[in-house]
């Protein structure tokens, strides 16, 4: 995980998080332009999130119901101001991608589908978000009336050349994606964390809710393949994890949507 050091104009800050700034090493965690995460290494550790207005609420309901499932961090604070701000306890351990986990793939790809055969069978009942499907269709289909699209993704694998051709298989198949799984919703290998390869948590979860499970399964191969630089461990892992009750067709109706998303 990215930590590069920094130092924070405490009058940026809410008076809220200033206990936490106090004392603290500040480091840069962040790993996306439309938000900032702050680690601050002071006791167990803390992350701090800004974010626009209105852009956090589904993370921090989500980081919070997996913390209750023992499944993510502690949300210690959601504050809607000017901005958005989301203050979690840290995880302990790194990131799968840390480079001593890519030193033993087998390992990494083992652990990760048992990982995600765990979180799928875990109970959802008062998930925040019941009906992630619903919401991950609609989605898509506002941003194929905006032409709003990325065929090049996953050109390599699933080879569409059109958004059109994309969206047909959405048409056709979408509509057998179920919700029925406790979803991550961004299955990849910087959002899981082990700690001398023991499970301590999940995090960024942002996309997570009550979807289909194939969402989840596709990301999983996609980031062994992308943080690997092989697609040799898509088989294994499809082992590992379990191949009753998958259908391999739906994670090209996964790539399609994921085009307009």
């Known amino acids: 995980m990215l930590r590069k050091p920094i130092s924070l ?13 106090d004392g603290a090493a500040i480091f840069d965690s962040s790993c996306s332009a439309d938000a900032r995460v702050y680690f601050l290494d002071k006791g167990p550790g803390f992350y701090l999130k800004r974010a626009p207005k209105n852009t956090l609420q589904k993370e921090a309901a989500m980081t919070a119901f997996f913390h209750i499932k023992a499944l993510g961090a502690e949300v210690l604070s959601f504050e809607s101001l000017d901005a958005d701000w989301l203050l979690t306890r840290r995880i302990p351990g790194e990131d799968c991608t840390w480079q001593p986990y890519k030193d033993d793939p087998v390992r990494l790809c ?42 090049q993704l996953f050109r390599d694998t699933w080879k569409y050349r059109a958004p059109e051709e994309a969206w047909q298989v959405v048409e056709e198949t979408g509509k057998y994606l179920k919700s029925d799984t406790l979803l991550h919703g961004d299955y990849c290998l910087p959002n899981i964390m082990l700690e001398n390869w023991r499970f301590t948590g999940f995090i960024d979860l942002d996309s997570a809710g009550v979807g289909d499970k194939h969402v989840d399964i596709f990301w999983a191969i996609w980031s062994l393949q992308f943080n690997l630089k092989t697609d040799r461990y898509r088989q294994r892992f499809l082992d590992a994890y379990g191949r009753e009750d998958l259908h391999e067709e739906l994670l090209r109706t996964v790539a399609a949507i994921e085009i307009f998303t």
């Open 9 to 21: 104009n405490w009058e940026d800050i809410p008076d809220q998080f200033h206990t936490f700034l």
């Open 110 to 151: 083992d652990t990760t589908a048992e990982l995600l055969r765990m979180l799928h069978e875990t109970p959802y009942a008062g998930c925040p978000v019941p009906d992630h499907t619903a919401s991950y269709l609609s989605n898509a289909r506002q941003n194929y009336h905006r032409k709003a699209f990325d065929t």
